[in-house]
């Protein structure tokens, strides 16, 4: 998906470990998200950001902070990753839209497995 | 809160067939509505949307209604290709609020 990159795509990390996922985007939109996607349970909000240096909680914040430092770049760390964090994390930014009617630009996803 | 229900799957249905997917949601006042598809190993991109009651969004012959007196949007495909494969999403969002979805429908589709 051109205008939304998220590094890594795929990694693994034992119990306890930390980590930081990266989103980067080129599209100069001012709201960004992360979400987790787990089988059956759809994408769940973990948190956003409606502009630069402002950040917020969603739907499943615990185990997780954030960053956004700049307009472009909003990432995702992970202080001392748990199995139940084994998920596949989205990346995405918002177009403004008319009203709340914005598109969601996703990235590819970054796969995460906690052993 | 806000909330959206669609159907459960998989959905598997042969070329050519008819589609439906099934999606209520709960919100007070009047979301945006929205179909997200996402096919193997991409992530997800916007099918099509409509802003208010009874407006119809369509997009790659999909279609769907916003229907405020049953709160539906329910997705629908005249004739299905094995190319529309994918997990379906439906999502609503408000003023001041991120975009909730519902848990996803999975399509297959046989020749």
């Known amino acids: 998906n051109a205008g939304v990159t998220q590094t890594p795509k795929f990694q693994v990390l034992k119990t306890g470990q930390s980590m930081t996922l990266q989103c980067a985007q080129d599209?100069?939109?001012?709201?960004m998200y992360w979400y987790r996607q787990d089988p059956g349970m759809g994408l769940r909000l973990i948190y956003y950001?409606?502009?630069?240096?402002?950040?917020d909680k969603g739907e499943v914040p615990n185990g997780y902070n954030v960053s956004r430092l700049n307009k472009r770049e909003f990432s995702l760390r992970l202080e001392s990753a748990a199995p139940s964090q084994t998920s596949v994390y989205f990346c995405a930014i918002s177009t403004p839209g008319q009203g709340y009617a914005g598109e969601l630009f996703f990235g590819e996803g970054s796969r995460l497995t906690v052993l | 809160g806000n909330s959206v229900t669609q159907m459960e799957g998989p959905v598997t249905l042969s070329e050519e067939a008819f589609l439906t997917i099934n999606c209520t949601y709960t919100a007070t006042g009047y979301p945006s509505l929205f179909w997200y598809v996402q096919y193997p190993g991409e992530g997800l991109q916007l099918l099509l949307k409509?802003?208010?009651?009874?407006d119809k969004g369509s997009n790659k012959g999909f279609e769907a209604t916003y229907r405020k007196e049953t709160t539906s949007f329910h997705l629908e495909k005249g004739s299905v290709q094995v190319s529309d494969s994918a997990v379906y999403f439906c999502a609503l969002r408000q003023a001041g609020t991120a975009l909730i979805f519902g848990k996803g429908t999975t399509l297959s589709v046989s020749s």
């Open positions: 409509a802003t208010k009651a009874d």
């Open positions: 950001s409606a502009s630069e240096g402002t950040t």
């Open positions: 599209m100069n939109h001012n709201s």
